[in-house]
């Protein structure tokens, strides 16, 4: 781990240097927009390297664009070192993270929850029968029985819900589709 005073320091080195970079923002620097500029310079410069920014400043304008710029997170200003490694590790995978209380003003402000709504009408009435009883974690018998369904009917049904919603195993459909039906309600 090594600190830098700008982010002109961090761009005389190799990418190789870095794992992830984490931007500290000073929050008058988003007042002229040039720290947004600067992160898309970052992202470019080490196109490989995760860039999160955390900044105290959480609004929804100063989240998109520094994740506009390609920034693989944004934490709060007062994130505390076990999110800082949640988001870490999230962008290490190849994913981007944004705090929970961030994400719901987000998608509250870009009205999700009609898109979501949307999403779930992907599944046909069987299957969302079986998403019903999946979701309580059980195996596929269990909901063969339940449903009144031939066990490979289930395994069929599961087999398509995970293409629908790009999952490779039941536990992360069961999360992601847990996700979809939390913002529904």
Avoid: W
Avoid at 14 to 30: G, H, K, P, Q, Y
Avoid at 48 to 68: D, E, M, R, T, W
């Amino acid at each position: 781990m090594a600190t830098y005073g700008s982010v002109e320091d961090i761009e005389a080195y190799e990418a190789t240097a870095f794992s992830v970079i984490l931007v500290c923002v000073d929050d008058s620097r988003f007042m002229d927009n040039s720290i947004v500029l600067e992160i898309g310079a970052l992202v470019r410069r080490f196109p490989k390297v995760p860039v999160i920014v955390q900044a105290k400043l959480c609004g929804f304008q100063q989240i998109l664009s520094v994740l506009q710029q390609g920034a693989h997170g944004y934490l709060p200003g007062n994130a505390g070192i076990s999110v800082c490694i949640e988001a870490i590790s999230m962008a290490l995978a190849g994913g981007v993270f944004v705090a929970a209380k961030n994400l719901h003003d987000i998608q509250s402000i870009l009205g999700t929850n009609h898109h979501q709504s949307k999403r779930l009408e992907m599944f046909t009435r069987r299957e969302r029968e079986v998403i019903e009883v999946l979701r309580q974690g059980k195996a596929n018998k269990t909901i063969a029985y339940a449903l009144r369904l031939a066990p490979n009917t289930v395994k069929v049904h599961v087999r398509n819900i995970l293409k629908k919603v790009r999952a490779t195993n039941r536990a992360e459909a069961i999360y992601k589709i847990n996700a979809m039906f939390d913002e529904i309600a």
